[in-house]
């Protein structure tokens, strides 16, 4: 099981120093001390197992395709060289 460390109100994921997963619950929460010993206020994040994280807490928004003018549908930590509404994403 892996868990990840997002921020409650953007659902965005925080990662950590090398990775975005943690192995444990346990190395999730040592991420949120590290956190907290640089000032960030922790009681913004919060720590969820993977899968759940993908099924019920990550947020999609609605952006407009730059080709074809259409909205879609896609995840909040989609990178923005990845997403479809960016010109970095068409000129690769």
Same mark, same amino acid.
């Given at each position: 099981m892996s868990y990840v460390v997002y921020n409650v109100q953007s659902t965005r994921i /925080?990662?950590?120093?090398? &990775?975005l997963y943690f192995k444990s619950h346990g190395?999730?929460?040592?991420q949120l001390t590290r956190m907290g010993k640089q000032g960030l206020d922790i009681t913004e994040y919060g720590i969820a197992e993977i899968n759940y @994280? @993908?099924? &019920? /807490?990550? $947020? $999609?928004? &609605?952006?407009?395709?730059?080709? &074809?003018?259409e909205e879609y549908k896609e995840s909040v930590n989609t990178p923005r060289s990845c997403s479809p509404s960016s010109e970095s994403y068409w000129s690769m």
């Open positions: /925080i990662g950590g120093r090398n &990775t190395a999730a929460r040592a @994280y @993908y099924q &019920t /807490i990550e $947020k $999609k928004v &609605t952006r407009v395709n730059l080709m &074809t003018g």
